[in-house]
Structure formats: C-alpha cells, structure tokens
C-alpha cells in the first residue's frame, strides 16, 4: 500500500511501482552524488563525456564547413532534448557502482544493449521533439526575418537578434515554444532511460508513463530539476563544449541518482 510519501503506480504487471515524493532541497543532492561518483572514477566519467565533447565540435565543424552554421543555435538548444539518450552510458556507471563494481569506458558505450529496442524507440521518440523544433525555430525565422537563409555570421553573432525589436520578439516567441516543447520531453523522459536501463523486460510505454508520473507527484521539484539540468548544461555548452566533459557526466550520474530516489518496487 502506497504511503502519504509515495504514490502506487500499476502498469498492469504483477509487481507495482511507487513513486515517491521529495522535497525540494532532494534536487540538490542529487548534484552532489552526481559529483561524488564522478569522482569514484574520474577517468571513465570524463573519458565519456570527453567523447560527446568531440562528437559535438566535429559536428559543429561539418556545418560550418557545409555553409550550414545557421542550424547550430537550434542543434545546441535541441542537446537538452537527447541529453537523456546522450547520458546513458553515465547512468550504467552509476548503476556499477552502486552494485559495487567498477565501471569501465567499454561497458558504459555498449550500455545502450542491455534494453537495445526500447531505448531505441525512446531515442526517435525524443529525435520527434528535436526536429520538431528545429522545424519551429525555422518557421519562426521565416515569420520575423522572411525567408532568406541566415548565415553563420548572422546567427552568431546575433546582430539581427539582439538589437532589433523584430529579433528580441523572436527571442521571446522561441523561447516560449521551445520551453513548451523541453518541458514536454523533459516530463517523458526524466527517469525514461535509466528504467529501461535498471529493468531490461520493461517497455518504452511504461517508462514514459513511469516518468509522467514523476513529474506528476512531485511538479515543484521536477521542475527545480529541469531548471538545474539545463542551468548546467547551457555552461557547458556556453564553454565551446569543453566543459561538457565534467557538466555532462555529473548531471548523467545525478540523473540516475534521481531515478534511484523517485522510483521503486516498495512504498
């Protein structure tokens, strides 16, 4: 039976889920333990995140180099979107290190394999998000700018976007709808991933219904947590991606510690 500080979740299997319910200060803490296991295993954490960083900067280069720097604004505001497909294998570290083993670089590239069909069907549920607002943030450009194309020059620098009305109402409008759309991928999501991880015969359904209902019970923290993840994640990002390689693992290892928190097979 579900206590005052948990809620029964049934998803029609023999065992039922509670969702618990946390303060707010719970958010916090799960910073610091992301922090703590970075530093149980330094060299993996950062070797991981060190990985994306390239991914990222080779991405970001195969653009500019294509005449296409216009798409890197909404491709680095869309990195929130796929951050919980991107931190997968931090979550298989955390996952090790609470079963006392150690993790290794290896083990946390192949953690995709363990639940491969569902973590792959929420990959291009939140691939729909992505695209989903890049298709608004160009039609939004059309809307204030017309429809010329923006160079990357333009679209870095923001000359267009910061000193003309037109540019700070798109700023606002885009803000708004992406908010929407972040929040929307952020509630299907937050815990998604590391149940499909945690329990391998569990499907995409009911880790997205799982993660509702997190969201659900414990709106004010949850959305504490969105503000933190994206807080730290824009750092990163704001650093050429550098700092991706310590804000990336600490917010992966943090957001397996949340799951750990908010979910369980007990009252």
């Given at each position: ?6 809620a ?9 889920l ?7 200060e719970?958010p ?8 703590h296991?970075?530093?149980?295993c330094?060299?993996?954490s ?10 990222s900067?080779a991405?970001?280069?195969?653009l ?6 216009a ?6 505001a869309?990195?929130m ?6 931190a997968i ?11 006392g083993?150690?993790?290794?670089l290896?083990?946390?590239?192949l ?25 608004f ?10 429809v010329?194309?923006?160079t990357?020059?333009?679209t ?15 700023i ?11 929040f ?6 937050v815990?998604?991933?590391p149940?499909l991880l ?6 995409v ?11 659900k ?14 807080a730290?994640?824009f ?7 550098i700092?991706?390689a310590i ?16 979910v369980a097979t007990e009252a």
């Open positions: 039976m579900a206590t005052p500080s948990s029964r979740l049934d998803l029609g299997g023999e065992q039922p509670f969702i618990h319910r946390i303060s707010m719970q916090w803490g799960w910073v610091q333990a992301g922090w296991d970075l530093k149980r330094p060299g993996t950062i070797g991981y995140g060190a990985i994306w960083v390239i991914v900067l991405l970001v280069g195969g500019w180099a294509a005449g296409q720097g798409w890197l604004l909404p491709l680095v869309g990195f979107i796929m951050g919980p497909v991107v294998g931090l979550y298989d570290m955390s996952r090790r290190l609470d079963s083993t150690r993790p290794s290896q083990q946390s590239l953690a995709w394999r363990a639940n491969a069909t569902q973590i792959a069907l929420l990959g291009v549920l939140l691939m729909v998000f992505l695209l989903a607002w890049i298709r943030a160009t039609l939004l450009f059309a809307l204030f700018f017309g010329e194309i923006p990357a020059e333009t870095l620098v923001y000359t267009d976007l910061l000193l003309t009305g037109t540019g700070v109402a798109l606002i409008v885009g803000t708004a709808i992406g908010a929407v759309l972040a929307t991928a952020f509630a299907l999501s815990v998604a991933i149940r945690d329990e391998p015969q569990a499907s359904l009911e880790a997205v219904i799982t993660s509702l209902a997190v969201v019970h414990n709106l004010k923290p949850m959305l504490l947590w969105g503000v933190i993840l994206s730290i994640t750092v990163g990002l704001a650093t050429a991606f700092g991706l804000a990336l693992p600490i917010l992966g290892h943090a957001s397996w510690h949340a799951y750990k928190d908010l």
